[in-house]
């Protein structure tokens, strides 16, 4: 075609010249052939323009395809973490055996994957146990190391946290990773960090890789692994979990190459390229496709076309760009068609009308075609030659390839004669030279127990079908042992006459991966064992929720057997909302990718079979397989766990309640102690003081001997009072108080009361007034102590209250009975219009050694203990004592007693009370506001 087109450029241009050669002669004709010249670009430009946009959008479906299958690639690279994430999860322990025995094929189907290895949290304490536990595995120079400046490995500095590399697959070839300190790098201790407290999967921006021995950039992705049960909900539970991480260290080109591979792409070429760039990393180091020591910015065409797409790669976002230049003119044939059309046509009536004046130009014009001919022959000379040097170089490749192989390959005619044997496959069968293996047969090759097999079975299906594949041993001459192979055997043929000439064959020693096998098949049955005997419930179900498996644990817990939740959804297992919840977790996962449940302990409630709803530990862990997903559930039932915290965490309450009892109760022994000594001290002083004076001044006058006998007196009596209290109180306390109970007219103890106080009164010039009330019932109570609260009730009155004064006492039946007890209840109360209480002491004033602050200057003089003493009285008869009072205008207390006593009460009258009535907190003041009877006064 290329031809064509330039033999008609050289018509075209021949054309053009003798008809300007003719001047005006050919004026009609060279307007006719512009005319029709014009017509043929216009065709061509409009061609062009069609398979151009036709070109561009073929070229954006391949990218498409190319980068789809690049983030397929990424996601399966990835996947293989969380595998060994979940695979950690599910682990008591995991030991570098078997990490290895887990990871083994990942690298075959995983070609990016340089290493995957295993990151433990080593601190500053535990370092020289780890590196010793590590060299006791074989390891004997195992150290924690970190890499200078230079590339070289020294010991690592000493670090609060270390996070060495420990296990380490495959070993060969990243040997100098083991022991590697990631936290010496401030790069990779960051995404340490990120992983740790987001509790996902976090990849570094790019690295050059410490095993890297090629020329390309490589990345990190680490998976914490937290302790197994441990609470991962915040930061810090998740910091205070970690035990370390699984990191996968991956090359960019070749992941990229693998997934194209297994998308069943082919490299790009030509002119088309991949742009990789890790946005979320820092100007001047985003490019991932070039080579270290590259220039970041890389030249693309102007004219060229692109596609480019976004991914999430381990929290960071990767855009891929695929470039290719735009078509060249000289490959697009349609619009060199419409042109040529054009052109030919034009060509043709030009020459028709010329013909007779054109013979000399087409014989230039043959001339110019036959030469552009032998131009193209001479070209496509060339490019045979270069293809012919470029087979001559893939042979050699091939060649190398087959020389350099880990597996046997070897070649040998129908009698065994030994053609060829690469290196590795001498070294396997023991031989140092390909002339030691020339001087034996094929057959010697073979293990003698496989060698009649091999005569009888093998070699007639090589020579009938071209092929055989199977297991089959090969004899070590060095020790006489043998190795299983797996071996691929095919005839080979002669090239003219296609008959068969012998056998060749690509064996690869399956030693190793019979014995990972035979561990996996171990590691199988163990798990299942495990899994079978769990007392926890695993259940694992597929994408759409329903059940594919159901151990016993899970049996014991839901009351199912497997074979009724088997195949049913998952759903079955839950009560509301977490049933309703459940397909909405599922689809949103499906949808955006997004993780809620996942990875994560929840407390959630699940539905027993007998209907009963119950707690229980919940956690997901989800495993990829080669075309689905499946989610592993491990359930814990919490009934009793739930139980004990509730116990715990009652009587907690209880022992923080008793423990600030027991610090009241100190506090109020310190102050009672103290109050009681100052007390005590204050009237013997007094005494002691007139008492000496009297025997130093024995003449003295008798009037003035009289007024110190009268506070000897007075003093004495004081004294025998706050002792009477003192003791009362001590009484109550413990329990030996002598009550004698009866049953007590009311107005009878008012009046007793008000009788043993009169003198006080009259002194004063106080009125006591009675305020009578009819059906007022008696009560069953101790009637000297119901005299002893009156009586004190009544002295704080006449103490408080101004001459002239006047003090009321009333008793009357409550229309209500007590709400607690459901018993009638009678109330009585003392007023007087004195000084009044303040409204912030109303809790005081019933507290031991405590009176009300006044700004009377001949405050009354006592002991505190009357109030406390009448409230304990009150209390243990079953009633409430309180006060209402305002400043100026006087207080009113009042008190209760039931009618009737509780049955708690003894009914022997000489014995003590039962302690258990006593109220626990004897402090216990009750106001205005806490007491039923008085909820609807006004102050």
């Known amino acids: 075609m290329f031809g064509v087109n330039n033999i008609l450029r050289g018509l075209r241009i021949a054309e053009f010249a003798h008809a300007v050669r003719a001047k005006r002669r050919y004026i009609f004709v060279a307007l006719l052939a512009a005319w029709g010249i014009s017509l043929s670009i216009m065709a061509f430009a409009a061609v062009r323009g069609t398979e151009r946009d036709r070109f561009q959008n073929e070229f954006a479906l391949k990218a498409s395809d190319r980068v789809a299958a690049l983030d397929a690639g990424i996601e399966s690279h990835l996947a293989v973490l969380h595998s060994l994430q979940s695979f950690f999860s599910a682990s008591e322990q995991v030991t570098r055996e078997e990490f290895g025995v887990f990871v083994h094929n990942e690298f075959t189907t995983h070609p990016g994957i340089q290493a995957l290895e295993w990151i433990p949290l080593v601190t500053a304490e535990e370092r020289t146990n780890f590196e010793a536990s590590v060299r006791a595995e074989g390891f004997s120079d195992f150290q924690i190391v970190e890499r200078q400046i230079l590339g070289d490995m020294t010991p690592a500095r000493n670090r609060v946290e270390h996070f060495p590399v420990s296990f380490v697959e495959p070993y060969i070839g990243n040997e100098v990773a083991l022991g590697f300190d990631l936290a010496s790098s401030p790069a990779r201790l960051a995404s340490l960090r990120e992983a740790r407290d987001s509790g996902r999967a976090v990849a570094t921006q790019r690295v050059v890789l410490v095993q890297e021995i090629e020329d390309q950039f490589g990345f990190l992705v680490f998976v914490p692994i937290y302790e197994k049960n441990a609470p991962v909900s915040t930061i810090e539970q998740r910091r205070n979990s970690l035990i370390g991480f699984v990191l996968g260290a991956f090359r960019v080109r070749d992941l990229v190459g693998g997934a194209w591979a297994s998308a069943g792409l082919m490299p790009l070429t030509g002119d088309s390229e991949l742009f990789l760039f890790d946005r979320s990393a820092p100007e001047g180091s985003q490019t991932l496709s070039i080579s270290p020591g590259e220039p970041e910015v ?76 032998l131009s193209e022959m001479n070209q496509q000379l060339e490019e045979e030659i ?4 470029r087979a001559q170089q893939e042979e050699r490749r091939v060649l190398s390839i087959i020389e350099h192989s880990p597996d046997f390959i070897g070649m040998a005619d129908m009698e065994g004669r030994i053609k060829f044997i690469n290196e590795a496959g001498l070294a396997l069968v023991g031989l140092s030279k390909i002339e030691d293996a020339q001087t034996r047969s094929m057959f010697d090759f073979i293990f003698q127990d496989d060698l009649p097999i091999f005569r009888s079975q093998i070699l007639p299906v090589v020579a009938e079908s071209t092929f055989w594949e199977g297991e089959i041993r090969f004899r070590n001459f060095s020790d006489d042992s043998y190795t299983p192979m797996r071996a691929s055997i095919f005839s080979t043929l002669d090239p003219a006459t296609g008959a068969t000439t012998g056998f060749a064959t690509v064996s690869q020693d399956v030693t190793q991966r019979k014995a990972v096998e035979d561990a996996l098949r171990e590691r199988e049955a163990r798990l299942r064992g495990v899994v079978e005997s769990a007392v926890n419930g695993i259940i694992t179900i597929d994408e759409s929720g329903d059940v594919e498996s159901f151990n016993p644990g899970a049996e014991v817990i839901f009351g199912y057997p497997a074979a009724e939740v088997l195949g049913q959804n998952v759903k079955m297992l839950m009560p509301e909302p977490y049933l309703t919840e459940h397909d909405g977790y599922l689809n949103a996962y499906k949808t955006t990718g997004e993780k809620k449940i996942i990875g994560q302990d929840r407390e959630v409630f699940g539905l027993r079979k007998d209907g009963i709803v119950f707690p229980l530990d919940l956690s997901i862990s989800e495993v990829d397989l080669l075309n689905r997903k499946l989610y592993t559930w491990i359930i814990r039932d919490a009934t009793e766990r739930k139980a004990l915290e509730r116990e715990i965490e009652e009587y907690t309450k209880s022992l923080e309640k008793a423990y600030e009892e027991l610090q009241t109760l100190d506090k109020m022994k310190d102050e009672f102690m103290s109050t009681v000594s100052h007390e005590l001290r204050t009237p013997l002083t007094s005494i002691k003081g007139a008492a000496e004076f009297l025997l130093n001044y024995q003449d003295e006058d008798p009037s003035v001997q009289a007024e110190f006998l009268t506070i000897i007196d007075n003093e004495s009596d004081r004294l025998t009072r706050l002792i009477n209290d003192v003791l009362d109180l001590a009484r109550m306390e413990s329990g030996s108080m002598q009550w004698r109970m009866s049953d007590v007219d009311l107005n009878s103890v008012i009046e007793t009361a008000i009788d043993s106080t009169h003198a006080l009164t009259v002194l004063k010039g106080l009125t006591v007034e009675i305020i009578p009330s009819e059906d007022v019932p008696t009560v069953n109570a101790d009637p000297d102590r119901l005299v002893q609260v009156l009586t004190n009730l009544l002295s704080n009155s006449i103490k408080f209250t101004p001459s002239g004064g006047l003090i009321q006492v009333q008793a009357r039946l409550l229309p209500v009975p007590d709400p607690e007890t459901r018993t009638e209840m009678v109330e009585i109360r003392v007023s007087d219009n004195g000084v009044g209480i303040p409204a912030d002491e109303f809790g005081k004033i019933f507290n031991r050694f405590q009176q009300v602050r006044t700004s009377l200057s001949d405050r009354p003089q006592g002991t505190g203990l009357g109030l406390p003493i009448s409230k304990e009285i009150v209390e243990y008869l079953g009633g409430a004592i309180w006060v209402e009072s305002e400043l100026g205008k006087g207080s009113t207390f009042f008190f209760t007693v039931p009618v009737e006593q509780s049955p708690i009460q003894p009914d022997d009258e000489s014995a003590g009370p039962d302690t258990s009535t006593i109220p626990d907190e004897i402090d216990k003041t009750i106001g205005v506001e806490q007491h039923p009877a008085v909820a609807d006064s006004t102050t």
């Open 298 to 373: 890389r030249a693309t065409p102007a004219e060229s076309f692109a596609f480019t797409s976004f991914a999430g790669v381990g929290g960071r976002t990767w855009e891929a760009t695929v470039t290719t230049s735009q078509p060249s003119l000289l490959i697009i044939w349609q619009p060199w068609s419409a042109l040529l059309a054009g052109l030919s046509l034009t060509g043709l009536v030009v020459a028709y009308v010329l013909s007779a004046v054109q013979r000399e130009s087409r014989t230039q014009l043959l001339v110019d075609q036959r030469t552009h001919e």
């Open 386 to 389: 270069i293809d012919r040097s």
